[in-house]
């Protein structure tokens, strides 16, 4: 239950910590974008059951598939939706890490 827990802690920590970082003047407001990109995580819905600790979202949600991250890339080059792209690539990555994690 430690593993769960920890990654929707992370999906709040290392945005927030990007956002200081590259936004200092207005890391509050970059960082709600960050977190309101977790959105794309509706597509867990479609799923049967809707949460399985023991399922990798990377490849098996719509929004999760390699196009998608692919897309989330491409929106970091365009300045006005840079900091959504940041957030989807961050939410991305970290659940890649939930995935290997699984492993061990």
Known sequence: MIRPALHILLHFLVPAIVARWAYKDRWKQAWAVMVLTMIVD???????????????????????TWPAIFFYGLLTAIPASRIAGIGLIIHMVLDAVDCIWMRF
């Open 42 to 64: 509706l597509d867990h819905l479609w799923a049967t059951p809707i949460f399985s600790p023991d399922r990798c979202s990377i490849g098996f949600h719509p929004l999760h």
